[in-house]
């Protein structure tokens, strides 16, 4: 069945360092890929999305690829904040459902 | 706006009760969904309404009752819960029925079941 691949966390960086989040997926079909975003005592926000190859998803300076070849999903960030200690999950949609699968959840936390 | 609303915030309830969490949205949404999220874990599917009429049930024991009453709200009626079902509760909605369908969720409810 589909499944969604996270690296495990947490990823503890500086303020002001590069940031990267591995995602990799199963899926058959062509589905859409999502990146959400979880602060403490909150639910999650949609950071970005994809819908076919090639396309490049981008919110708030975080961007993230969907690569068919490599079926891959890696968020990335230039210069990351404190503000963005979190907790971001990779997403499927199910080709053609109403169904989101994800992925166990990445925890970052970024020092000042 | 890509509001969803959840009531209440917090939920402390018996085993023996009954109880209910609010979910609305207002963007026209023709879908919404429960899900359920355990501390450290991603959310877990419950139900999708898909305008108004359930279209997936994850399994879920019947002491959690899903109902649509309209396209703008959802509710989860609760009963006789164990212990193990404290957790928060999320609402979300989606429009598209082509394209991404992204899910939009409210805040959550989160509840203890003493």
């Known amino acids: 069945g589909d499944s969604v691949t996270q690296m495990e966390g947490p990823v503890t960086l500086s303020e002001e360092a590069f940031l990267t989040i591995n995602c990799t997926y199963t899926a058959t079909g062509y589905p859409s890929l999502f990146w959400y975003v979880q602060y403490p005592g909150e639910g999650l926000q949609l950071l970005l999305k994809a819908t076919k190859a090639d396309d490049k998803g981008s919110n708030k300076g975080f961007e993230a690829t969907y690569r068919k070849e490599t079926t891959s999903f890696h968020l990335e960030k230039g210069s990351v904040q404190v503000s963005d200690s979190a907790v971001y999950f990779c997403?499927?949609?199910?080709?053609?459902?109403?169904?989101?699968?994800f992925g166990t959840g990445t925890r970052l936390q970024v020092f000042p | 706006d890509t509001e969803v609303t959840q009531t209440p915030k917090h939920l402390v309830m018996g085993m023996t009760n009954k109880k209910s969490l609010k979910c609305e949205q207002h963007?026209?949404?023709?879908?919404m969904y429960w899900y359920k999220q355990k501390a450290k874990k991603p959310p877990e599917l419950m139900f999708v309404?898909?305008?108004?009429?359930?279209?997936i049930n994850e399994s879920v024991p019947s002491r959690f009752s899903p109902e649509c009453p309209n396209s703008s709200l959802l509710n989860l009626h609760l009963h006789a819960l164990q212990p193990e079902d404290s957790a928060l509760y999320l609402c979300?909605?989606?429009?598209?029925?082509?394209?991404?369908?992204?899910?939009?969720f409210g805040p959550g409810t989160r509840l203890t079941v003493t």
């Open positions: 309404y898909s305008y108004e009429k359930l279209s």
């Open positions: 963007m026209g949404h023709r879908a």
């Open positions: 979300a909605s989606s429009q598209e029925v082509q394209g991404a369908r992204e899910q939009y």
């Open positions: 997403a499927l949609r199910i080709f053609n459902t109403d169904k989101l699968i």
